[in-house]
């Protein structure tokens, strides 16, 4: 199984990004997906998810961004569209998929979203 992640950058405060995440190597049309993320000196945080149809996100940045999944032959896209971004959203940003809510066993490597104020 892999995950490749790809989409962040810079970019100015009020701005935005859209993450893509590409999981191959199995099938994971009803896996859990999330997106979480590291800012330095700070522990991984949840950022947003879906499990069974439901969406899930951490209340800093509900309204502001939008998870999402595209089920296609042979390989399985994450999305994270992230608009109104603030200085406060820069963190290394990880995909990852699971057998269930809170089961993620899969990561990919992370990618770098930096937000200038």
């Known amino acids: 199984v892999q995950l490749q992640a790809s989409g962040g950058g810079l970019v100015q405060a009020g701005g935005s990004l859209r993450l893509s995440c590409a999981a191959s190597g199995g099938t994971f049309n009803s896996s859990a997906i999330g997106w979480f993320r590291q800012a330095p000196g700070k522990e991984r945080e949840f950022v947003a998810g879906?499990?069974?149809?439901?969406?899930?996100?951490q209340d800093s940045v509900k309204g502001r961004f939008t998870i999402s999944r595209d089920n296609a032959k042979n390989t399985t896209r994450l999305f994270l569209q992230m608009n109104s971004l603030k200085p406060e959203d820069t963190a290394v940003y990880y995909c990852?998929?699971?057998?269930?809510?809170?089961?993620?066993?899969?990561w990919g490597q992370g990618t770098q979203v930096t937000v200038s104020s």
């Open positions: 990852a998929v699971g057998r269930g809510w809170g089961l993620f066993d899969y």
């Open positions: 879906i499990w069974r149809s439901a969406t899930y996100y």
